[in-house]
């Protein structure tokens, strides 16, 4: 089988590893997020005589994904230190001659639940994660959707919460949905971290009421076949009936379909692949470029 090389690009560490065609993950290592000097210096070195045929990267952002732009590759406008403007794909095909496939972290998580994961076998599906900040990729027919960049569907705008007086914390936005619903905004509006908060607090039945006013944006925009929901704060398990009940509230009967009905439960799903899901993202982005080549 063949030996395809896979990297997780995030703000605190890079994820490397080398896995097969079928989602299997045989290694991986992990680099702390430093300078791009030493970071990347690492990750090439690590993927050096490892014999692979092509290499995926997903990667925290914003990115330029769009083939045959000038700055395709590269990471834009980050607030992280040293990384705007820096050349990744670059960097990566300097070193091996190889396919590289890039993409935000988002849309190679999209594509490893679509591809090896929980919206196998379908034709489309919406991967969104609720961390530190909340971000969704899309696959429609096998392609993920791209545009004049990539979608940013964690910064829309949902209606606040009636008893909502917490102002959001969205540098750009104040109060759309990540300066509303991410980790950072349930830790600030509760005054305690959000892992730490009970199942029964009523932090959650607010947080559903974001995210399922999020979830019905995307169900009337993309019509997904499945919608996978991970990060740190989807942890918290009962959030997935209360989103379940609130979406269907809120769309109230108007599209008629039984995923949206008497099976919910598994439109709205967690993650298959785990741990591992931004790793078999990369490599399933590594399989994309692959098959392009
Ligand atoms: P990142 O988004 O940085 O990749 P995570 O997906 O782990 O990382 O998200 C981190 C955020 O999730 C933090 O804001 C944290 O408070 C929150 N979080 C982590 N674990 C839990 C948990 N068990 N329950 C609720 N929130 C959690
Ligand atoms: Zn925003």
């Known amino acids: 089988m063949r030996r395809l090389g896979a990297i ?6 890079f994820v490397c590893g080398v896995g097969h065609e079928d989602g299997t993950i045989i290694e991986r290592v992990s680099f702390p997020t430093t300078t791009p000097q030493e970071t990347m ?3 090439l070195d690590y993927f050096t005589g490892k014999n692979i045929e092509a290499i995926g990267i997903g990667s925290f952002g914003p990115i330029d994904p769009v083939l045959g732009s000038p700055t395709y590759g590269h990471i834009t406008t980050t607030p992280k230190p040293h990384w705007g403007g820096y050349n990744l794909v670059g960097a990566v095909s300097g070193q091996f001659q190889v396919p590289v496939g890039f993409d935000t972290d988002v849309n190679g998580a999209a594509l490893g639940e679509y591809t090896w994961g929980a919206a196998q076998g379908l034709d489309s599906c919406l991967y969104i994660t609720v961390g530190t900040g ?9 392609e993920l959707i791209h545009g004049l960049s990539h979608p940013e569907m ?22 759309c949905l990540e300066g509303l619903a991410a980790g950072p905004a349930i830790g ?17 039945a607010m ?11 995307y169900v009337l925009i993309l019509s997904p076949q ?18 379940h009940t609130k979406l269907q509230e809120l769309l109230s009967g108007y599209v008629q379909h039984p995923a949206l009905n008497a099976e919910i439960g598994s439109y709205i799903v967690p993650p298959q692949l ?20």
């Open 8 to 13: 997780e690009a995030g703000g605190t560490k």
């Open 41 to 43: 210096s690492l990750v």
């Open 134 to 142: 909340i971000g969704a990729g899309a696959v429609v027919g096998g």
């Open 154 to 175: 964690g910064h829309i705008l949902v209606p606040r919460h009636p008893e909502d007086t917490y102002g959001g914390f969205c540098p750009y936005h104040g109060d």
């Open 188 to 204: 600030s509006r509760w005054g305690k971290p959000a892992g730490e908060l009970p199942a029964d607090h009523p932090a959650w």
């Open 207 to 217: 947080e559903a009421h974001y995210l399922a006013h999020a979830l019905m944006n």
């Open 226 to 243: 499945r919608i996978v929901m991970g990060g740190g704060v989807m942890k918290q398990s009962q959030l997935f009936p209360l989103i």
């Open 274 to 293: 785990g741990d591992n899901a931004g790793l078999s993202g990369a490599l399933g982005l590594a399989k994309l470029a692959l098959a392009r080549a």
